[in-house]
């Protein structure tokens, strides 16, 4: 497993338990959306909630609504911005 998986992974159990949603990581597919039609479903609140557990969880911090856009894209989105946040903490 590489790390990227291993991240989409992680995000997928803080989605499930911070959002009580009812899928299993293996049934959230990485690369589809999360938010508007044909996705897993989430709405403006779960988005706002998700916000705050990345900051909680990864000290991922989304800085307006465009990053919003960007970042909660898809779990693999949300991996992509975790591994550039840790990246540029390393050297903090």
């Known amino acids: 497993m590489t790390d990227h998986e291993a991240i989409c992974l992680k995000v997928k159990d803080v989605m499930i338990d911070e959002l009580m949603l009812d899928e299993t990581p293996e049934e959230i597919d990485s690369e589809a959306g999360l938010i508007g ?6 709405d403006s609140v779960d988005a706002l909630q998700l916000v705050v ?9 989304v800085a307006d609504e465009e ?22 903490s390393v050297g903090s």
């Open 37 to 42: 039609p044909d996705s897993l479903g989430l």
């Open 53 to 61: 557990a990345l900051e909680k969880h990864f000290g991922l911090k």
């Open 67 to 88: 990053a919003a856009r960007t970042v909660l894209a898809s779990v693999s989105a949300i991996a992509t911005a975790v591994e550039a946040h840790q990246a540029g």
